[in-house]
């Protein structure tokens, strides 16, 4: 009778289990492996090792078929069953093969994508360049027009005077008195003194008008370092020493901040006034598609980039003998780590009192094709260390009782004392500097610092 009874209630146990709609949970019994692996016995380990192989069939789970055949293999030598050990062996084999081909098969499908999006990103910046260049032709043509217009004014207001002068002189000849001075007489000092006024009187309207016309470029063409100074953050601690010697200049300053990147470009243009001005606008205009659009903020990669940009732009050489000397600094704010890469310009660092100077590639941008590339300069930022990137302009303002420049070792001396005054301070200090020295004279350059601290 007790047989009886138990054999029900073994077959009813037997029915409830394979009415049950749902596999067992493939996460409990990875947990029940791991945990009974190295201290239960084969026996118990072969049924949890059944119950994980069932439920990771059940799920399609084929790395966790893989380890249950592997466990069950390993029990059944352990029991001395090789038959049933080197049967789950096959198995496990065949399985992992198969898994193996499967991520093969994902990782060509991965990599296939990647290409394929690589070369859609490609052809996407090229037709951008494309544009671009499209633009440029066009606004070449269009300045070639207007030159054209000019220079036919110019012909025409000339051809008119010239036409005039041939009316008048016949004129003028009747009204010559007899006793007129030869023509090979010495002019007189009042003669000499209104053709002095007249040449004064020229070279003011042309000042006049490449004053106005550098008024239009600093508002509306040339980027305004101090705009682009205040709405950026490159660290908490900076300042900026900006004095231009007209309304704009060649000095220029671009900042870009991407996630945890923060890019910072000292660079100064050659010429001066309108010229320089109009050439720092495009130095600017570079660096911001090659830092914002194609996502370039590595010192090194974003000034070669540079290069190959204006030698492409002027495959003759540039029309400018000194070329752009420049200086890019990244600051990692997550690694806390300072990257530095330039031409012809120099990285001031100050450490407890002591000046390290840290220089980029001697020549300036663009350099010979045997120069050597751009070379990075990394180091782990610390705490009280300043940094300083400036254009010449500070050390060649002449002044002083013997009108001299005031040299570089000045500005190194003057950076070397202000470590341990706080950084936002340090601008007016080094502008006193600069003033005192020059006196009542003149500005002879544009003059750009910027200081940084952590």
């Not at 093969?104 to 951008?128: G, H, M, P, V």
């Not at 030159?147 to 041939?166: E, W």
């Not at 830092?291 to 070669?304: E, R, T």
């Not at 020549?363 to 990075?376: L, W």
Request: charged share 25%; glycine share 6%; aromatic share 10%.
């Amino acid at each position: 009778m007790m047989r009886t009874w138990f054999v029900i209630i073994l077959l009813l146990a037997s029915g409830a289990a394979w009415s049950q709609p749902e596999p067992a949970n493939l996460d409990s019994l990875r947990q029940v492996v791991r945990q009974n692996e190295k201290t239960a016995s084969p026996q118990r380990l072969i049924t949890i090792a059944k119950a994980y192989l069932s439920s990771a069939k059940s799920h399609h789970s084929r790395e966790d078929i893989v380890a249950a055949y592997r466990l069950l293999a390993t029990q059944y030598k352990k029991l001395g069953d090789d038959g049933k050990a080197l049967r789950y062996f096959r198995l496990y084999t065949l399985e992992a093969e198969n898994l193996r081909d499967i991520k093969q098969r994902e990782n060509d499908y991965f990599e296939k994508q990647l290409y394929e999006n690589e070369i859609i990103s490609l052809a996407t910046q090229l037709d951008t360049l494309k544009a671009q260049n499209i633009r440029l032709r066009n606004l070449k043509n269009e300045y070639q027009r207007i030159n054209h217009y000019i220079y036919v004014g110019f012909l025409t207001a000339g051809g008119l005077g010239l036409l005039l002068l041939v009316l008048w002189l016949p004129r003028r000849r009747k009204k010559k008195p007899d006793s007129e001075a030869p023509e090979d007489e010495e002019p007189s000092a009042l003669e000499l003194l209104q053709a002095e006024n007249q040449k004064l009187a020229k070279q003011l309207a042309r000042y006049r008008t490449e004053h106005d016309l550098a008024d239009i470029l600093g508002q509306y063409v040339v980027p305004n370092p101090e705009q682009i100074f205040k709405t950026h953050k490159f660290v908490r601690q900076k300042f900026m020493l900006y004095m231009p010697q007209r309304l704009t200049g060649g000095d220029g300053l671009f900042m870009h901040t991407s996630k945890q990147l923060n890019l910072l470009v000292v660079y100064e243009a050659p010429g001066e006034g309108v010229t320089a001005g109009l050439f720092n606008a495009r130095v600017f205009s570079l660096l911001k598609g090659l830092a914002v659009s194609n996502n370039i903020m590595a010192p090194n990669l974003l000034l070669n980039q540079l290069e190959a940009a204006l030698l492409n732009e002027f495959p003759a050489g540039m029309p400018f003998a000194e070329g752009l000397r420049i200086a890019a600094c990244l600051y990692n704010n997550q690694q806390k780590s300072l990257a530095f890469a330039a031409a012809g310009m120099e990285l001031y660092v100050v450490r407890q009192g002591i000046l390290n100077t840290v220089r980029g590639r001697p020549a300036a941008i663009p350099a010979s094709d045997d120069q050597a590339p751009f070379e990075v300069f990394e180091e782990q930022v610390s705490k009280g260390m300043h940094c300083y990137l400036s254009t010449d302009g500070f050390w060649q303002q002449t002044g002083g009782k013997e009108h001299k420049p005031l040299g570089r070792q000045a500005f190194e001396n003057a950076i070397e004392s202000l470590w341990s005054q706080p950084v936002k301070d340090q601008e007016a200090v080094l502008k006193k500097i600069l003033l005192d020295w020059k006196g009542s004279r003149e500005q002879d350059d544009d003059i750009l610092v910027v200081g940084f601290g952590f």
